[in-house]
């Protein structure tokens, strides 16, 4: 009796009951697995999204950047060989845009105490972004890529020389795809510009831009659909960029018949243009190379004073004598107008044992494509050898279509021999006296006038016989006629 009631007062789960919790209980964990599976999708997605959207910002940081410390931005590619017919990019790849660059210092050396003293190498070319599909993807996603000079961890370049600039890849994930809502160009600007995912806006002066990138995931898709992030940004160059002041100066009365250069007066070296019809003479001797040593030292009280070090290679702006005459020169001839109502006529001779001249007979018109073919001659010139002008002088001497030479050297001539202008220089005491006869006794008379040679001395002072250690005044003799000048640059 008492052991049947025992039984009957025992607690216990009939097999429903078993069944039902495990129902429950598998519910429950399949419920917390779904949520748990839903927050790391959703974190993957989140992260994934993030890195899209951080990988955009930094490229637009980047990029940003480089417009702010530009001289201006290139929307053109044909505009990147304007200064240089050696410019390019890699092929194979979509020109999106170039970003050209002031002069540069190279180290913080470079910046003297004062601010008022620089050692600025120019940048050979313009920094290139370009696009190119990335052959592993099957989708077609793109890569931003620059093609540029590479700098350190302080942000200096380390070079200025296209010869250097290397390719690196800023962007990639760069949908393939044009589909996508466009940002909108202010009205005063230049139309919308789209290269696959990357669209952008440049204002009239090339300045300013506004650039958006589109980007594409497709690694990590949800239900087959790629991640995507849509970002946009803009900037504006903060540098002066000469070519683009048109605030020209009147000519003065002195002036005469001088062009109006983009940016203002047209000046090389410090010598200002005083006719349309020049003739630019570079010294392409031994003495010019870059890395020839010049005797270090100056005039006192009319005795030469040896300096130390004994010799020197002298640097302007950061560039060799005949490195920086190339490029000063190259930024000249693109400053020039060239246009029916402002025509400008020009030769350059290169000398040294032998002369060379572009173009070789005589004169001609300033336009895109002679100025392209005088860069190309610029950029193949090699110095080495001795110096002798004469036959470039006296060739523009004698050729009605020159009005003025302006010459750079920094040596004396090798050589007093020969004829000018149909006389000997063995019947005169120096080339410098025929050059003065010819021009008073010959061309003066005729509708050209007398030519106009104005001369550059590099680093030597050869203005003043009594500048120098040669006791050598050769160019100051030949700028002795009217408007001529003699400079020196140290």
């Known amino acids: 009796m008492k052991l049947n009631n025992y039984c009957k007062k025992k607690n216990g789960f009939t097999l429903v009951e078993l069944i039902l919790a495990s129902s429950i209980s598998l519910s429950t964990i399949l419920i917390g697995y779904y949520v748990l599976k839903n927050i790391i999708e959703g974190n993957k997605i989140d992260e994934v999204q993030f890195g ?72 050979d070319c313009p920094i290139v972004y370009s696009l190119k599909q990335n052959t592993s993807d099957q989708n077609g996603t793109y890569s931003l890529l620059r093609y540029g000079p590479q700098f350190n961890e302080k942000g200096f370049y380390l070079s200025p020389s296209f010869n250097d600039f290397q390719t690196s890849t800023i962007l990639e994930n760069i949908s393939s ?23 952008y806006c440049i204002d009239n002066f090339n300045k300013a831009i506004e650039i958006q990138l589109k980007l594409e995931d497709n690694k990590n898709k949800i239900a087959n659909n790629p991640h995507t992030s849509l970002i946009s940004s803009g900037g504006f160059s903060r540098v002066q960029d000469e070519s683009q002041i048109s605030l020209i100066p009147s000519p ?34 031994e003495n010019m190379n870059d890395d020839y040593e010049h005797r270090n030292g100056e005039i006192i009280n009319g005795t030469w004073s040896q300096s130390s070090p004994e010799f020197v290679k002298p640097r302007i702006n950061g560039k060799g004598l005949i490195t920086y005459a190339i490029s000063s020169l190259k930024d000249h001839l693109n400053r020039l107008p060239i246009s029916e109502s402002d025509l400008v006529y020009f030769q350059i001779i290169a000398f040294n044992n032998a002369t060379e001249k572009y173009p070789n007979s005589s004169l001609i018109k300033l336009s ?39 010459l750079v050297s920094s040596s004396v001539p090798s050589n ?58 050769w160019m100051g003799r030949i700028s002795m006629g009217d408007e001529s000048n003699c400079s020196y640059i140290k």
Request: with cysteine.
């Open 177 to 199: 795809k044009d589909d996508y809502q466009k940002i909108k160009c202010n009205n005063s600007w230049k139309s919308l510009k789209t290269y696959r995912g990357i669209s």
């Open 368 to 406: 895109n494509s002679s100025r392209l073919a005088a860069f190309e001659f610029l950029d193949n010139l090699t110095t080495g050898g001795l110096s002798n002008p004469w036959d470039g002088i006296c060739s523009a001497l004698v050729d009605e279509n020159a009005e003025q030479v302006i």
């Open 52 to 123: 899209l959207n951080a990988q955009a910002n930094d490229a637009l940081d980047f990029i940003i950047d480089e417009v702010d410390s530009s001289e201006r931005i290139i929307d053109n590619e044909n505009d990147i060989t304007s200064l240089n017919n050696a410019c390019s990019f890699p092929n194979g790849g979509i020109f999106v845009f170039g970003i050209r660059l002031p002069n540069q210092a190279l180290a913080k050396s470079n910046y003297k105490q004062g601010g008022n003293e620089f050692n600025l190498s120019q940048i």
């Open 252 to 285: 003065t009365s002195n002036e005469g018949d001088a062009p109006n250069c983009i940016g203002g007066e047209c000046c090389w070296l410090g010598v200002c243009l005083k006719s349309r019809k020049i003739v630019f003479m570079i010294d392409i001797s």
């Open 416 to 473: 007093s021999d020969g004829n000018c202008a149909g006389k000997s220089a063995s019947s005169y005491n120096d080339y410098a006296e025929i050059i003065e006869e010819y021009n008073r006794d010959s061309r003066s008379l005729n509708s050209q006038g007398s030519l106009i040679i104005d001369t550059v001395s590099y680093f030597h002072n050869f203005c003043e016989s009594n500048k120098n250690h040669f006791n050598n005044n």
